[in-house]
């Protein structure tokens, strides 16, 4: 079974930047669709960004759109979340999540599409 290790994560200041990883141990991610998704304290998860298996298609929220890139590679087998300009509203705990069966171009965009889920790892924005 898929097991996804999420890491990256900590306490930075509004504006600051962190990067977050999505690895996984035993089985190539390169045919996965892979999801971030975040959930701040007492809301709903929700989702952050998206990149179909092929790479060739990322998806992010409105509210991420321009501060945050997702990216992939393969050679390490780690898909990552590129978070600039943090702001406090960022503050959650991020999830990444990957996707079994797809059609090689298609972002997958809620959280009920995938399959594996990782633990999760802590984002703190706060001066």
């Known amino acids: 079974q898929l097991q996804l290790v999420e890491s990256g994560g900590g306490l930075v200041q509004p504006g600051g930047s962190l990067r977050l990883s999505c690895t996984a141990s035993e089985f190539s991610l390169d045919y996965y669709a892979i999801g971030w998704f975040r959930q701040a304290p007492g809301k709903e998860r929700e989702g952050v960004s998206c990149?179909?298996?092929?790479?060739?298609?990322?998806v992010y929220a409105d509210s991420v759109k321009g501060r945050f890139t997702i990216s992939r590679d393969n050679a390490k087998n780690t898909v990552y979340l590129e978070m600039n300009s943090l702001k406090p509203e960022d503050t959650a705990v991020y999830y990444c999540a990957a996707r079994t069966r797809v059609v090689i171009y298609v972002c997958y965009e809620s959280m009920g599409e995938y399959d594996y889920w990782g633990q999760g790892t802590q984002v703190t924005v706060s001066s």
């Open positions: 990149m179909s298996s092929s790479g060739g298609t990322t």
